[in-house]
C-alpha cells in the first residue's frame, strides 16, 4: 500500500490537562499485542468479552500494540482487525473506551478511533473517579534519566517526523519499526533498572502541575503501589502491569474500582 493511503497522525501531546468523568473504570495497559503473542491476544479478545464488558469504560494508557505503522494497518493485518472489532462490540454495546497513546503505538489516528469509536486521551490527563480526581499518563515521559530515550521521545512526537514517516511505503515502516524494537531490545541490556524507570522527582513535578496526590500509568512493566509524601500530603502511584499470556509464568492484570478505592485485579489465564 502507498504511503498516500495512510492516515495522518494525531496530536499525540494535546493542549491543556484534559479531565474526564469515570462511573465504573477498568485501567489497562502494555499489553503490546502482535502477531508474536496469540495467547496474549486471544486472553484480550477475551477480557473485552467478559471483564471489560461488565464495566462501563476502558481506558487503556498506551501500548496496547506491539508497534503501530499507521492506520491503514486496519485494512489487512489480523492483529489489528481483531483488537478493532473487539473494542467496537464494547463499545456498540454502550461502553466507553478510551485510548491513550504509548511510546510504542503513539501513531494510533482517527481512522482507529472511527473503527473502534474509541476516544482519545491526552497524556496526561485527571480523571473524576466517585469524586475522586486521578491523574493518569503512560508513564514514559518521566523516565527523565534514560536521556538517549528521551532524545528519541522529543523526535518522534514531532507532527513533521509522524507525517514523514506515515508518506513513506508500508514495507518501509514495517522494516523500520522491526529495526527500532531491536535496537531498543539491546539498548535495554546496556542500562539500568533505574535509568528506565520513572524519575520520581519529574513524578512529583507533574503531580504537582496537576495538582493531583494520586497517579496510574504504565509504561515501566514494574507494576506496584508507591506511596509516599507529596509537600507534606500523603500520595500515590499506581504502576499498571503489562500483559504476557505466552510466557510461564504469565503475566497481566488491569486496575479497577471497589467502593470508590482502586483495586489491583488479576486476570487468570
Known amino acids: 500500500m502507498s504511503g498516500d493511503a495512510a492516515p ?54 498506551g501500548d496496547l500494540f506491539e508497534y503501530w505503522i499507521g492506520d491503514d494497518a486496519l485494512s489487512d493485518d489480523e492483529v ?64 527523565t534519566q534514560d536521556t538517549d530515550y528521551m532524545r528519541f521521545r522529543a523526535t518522534v512526537r514531532q507532527e513533521a517526523t509522524q507525517r514523514q514517516f506515515l508518506a513513506g511505503p508500508r514495507a518501509a515502516r514495517l522494516a523500520f519499526m522491526g529495526a527500532a524494537r531491536q535496537q531498543s531490545e539491546a539498548g535495554k541490556q546496556e542500562k539500568s533498572m533505574a535509568i528506565m524507570d520513572v524519575t520520581p522527582a519529574a513524578v512529583d513535578d507533574a503531580l504537582r502541575v496537576a495538582g493531583q496526590t494520586m497517579l496510574i500509568h504504565g509504561h515501566t512493566h514494574r507494576p506496584a503501589t508507591h506511596r509516599f509524601e507529596l509537600d507534606g500530603r500523603p500520595a500515590e502511584r499506581r504502576v499498571l502491569p503489562d500483559w504476557d499470556f505466552d510466557a510461564q509464568p504469565v503475566r497481566g492484570g488491569a486496575i479497577g474500582v471497589k467502593d470508590g478505592e482502586l483495586v489491583d485485579l488479576r486476570l487468570p489465564a
Open 80 to 143: 489489528a482487525r481483531a483488537v478493532a472489532a473487539a473494542l467496537r462490540t464494547l463499545t456498540d454495546r454502550g461502553r466507553r473506551v478510551h485510548v491513550m497513546h504509548g511510546n510504542r503505538d503513539l501513531l494510533l489516528g482517527a481512522g482507529f478511533l472511527r473503527a473502534t469509536g474509541a476516544q482519545l486521551l491526552a497524556d496526561p490527563c485527571v480523571a473524576t473517579i466517585a469524586g475522586r480526581e486521578v491523574l493518569l499518563a503512560h508513564g514514559d515521559a518521566w523516565c
Open 8 to 61: 495522518d497522525p494525531l496530536p499525540v501531546q494535546l493542549a491543556g490537562l484534559v479531565r474526564v468523568a469515570l462511573a465504573d473504570p477498568l485501567f489497562i495497559s502494555d499489553l503490546h499485542l502482535s502477531a508474536a503473542g496469540p495467547a496474549t491476544l486471544r486472553r484480550f479478545l477475551r477480557f473485552c468479552a467478559e471483564e471489560a464488558s461488565r464495566h462501563a469504560e476502558l481506558l487503556i494508557l
